[in-house]
């Protein structure tokens, strides 16, 4: 029984250094634009059916309860929270935020895969296309011509600029907003990027400001959703299930010593 205990213990150790990790991930991003935090979900290990309720106790009665050992806690996903970030103006003309789901498309080099972010500090590249600041170009590609001034981004993601001697401005491309019926199933892959699980379904592409996608907004980033006071309130509860789960295991080690010396 005490070894059990150990084992019990030890796995709410484990979990509880996760939970830290994710934690310590979240307020790590705080400052990372589009960044959507991560919750992490617990469940119990499998149970131990010493005696099963209902089951015989005599020839005329039963157990009223069943005698059901845990065998401790494990950490059986991560949640990503999609709640919408602050939007926080720039200024800057190539800045675009998301105010709704989705999520811009971008191809991720070397093989062309399509990732999926919701940090919109776009800017240019030599040749001109609108990129990343890792320099990956968005999909579909959107070129800007030298000499371009003004440049506008519709909310329904439609780019424009001013050239000289045209009185009207010209329409260089569309953004697209991708989103999905289960944007937590998306896979992080760092630098801001997702992918596409099977979990998360295809990608259902189209105009920003349809179908449920969110509006684009220019001039502006999507900060992230991260709120310290929570999370400090999360670290706190952690750090105390790890302390509980510590003693546990000093608790359990002394009786296996008091054993020891009486036997």
Do not use: C, W
């Amino acid at each position: 029984m005490p070894t059990s205990a150990l084992h019990v213990a030890r796995t709410g150790l484990e979990a509880q250094d996760k939970r830290m990790r994710v934690i310590a991930n979240n307020l790590a991003n705080i400052g990372t634009a589009g960044f959507k935090r991560d919750r992490v979900d617990f469940a119990t290990l499998a149970y131990q059916e010493n005696r099963i309720a209902g089951q015989q106790s005599t020839n005329q009665t039963a157990f009223a309860t069943g005698l059901n050992l845990g065998t401790g806690v494990q950490v059986m996903g991560t949640t990503s929270i999609q709640s919408q970030g602050t939007l926080n103006q720039t200024g800057n003309t190539l800045d675009v935020a998301l105010d709704g789901p989705g999520f811009f498309q971008v191809e991720i080099p070397p093989n062309g895969q399509i990732g999926y972010t919701r940090a919109g500090n776009f800017t240019l590249s030599a040749q001109g296309n609108l990129v990343t600041s890792q320099g990956f170009q968005l999909n579909p590609p959107i070129q800007v011509p030298q000499g371009a001034r003004s440049i506008q981004i519709a909310p329904d993601g439609t780019v424009s600029a001013q050239q000289d001697g045209q009185a009207a401005p010209i329409q260089l491309g569309q953004l697209q907003v991708a989103n999905f019926i289960n944007p937590a199933g998306l896979q992080a892959i760092g630098d801001n990027f997702l992918i596409e699980t099977a979990a998360s379904g295809p990608a259902d592409v189209g105009l920003a400001g349809t179908f449920g996608r969110g509006n684009i907004r220019q001039g502006m980033l999507e900060g992230s959703n991260v709120n310290v006071v929570e999370e400090l309130v999360e670290m706190i509860e952690a750090q105390r299930a790890y302390e509980i789960n510590s003693r546990m295991v000093s608790a359990v080690d002394e009786m296996l010593r008091n054993a020891n010396q009486t036997l």
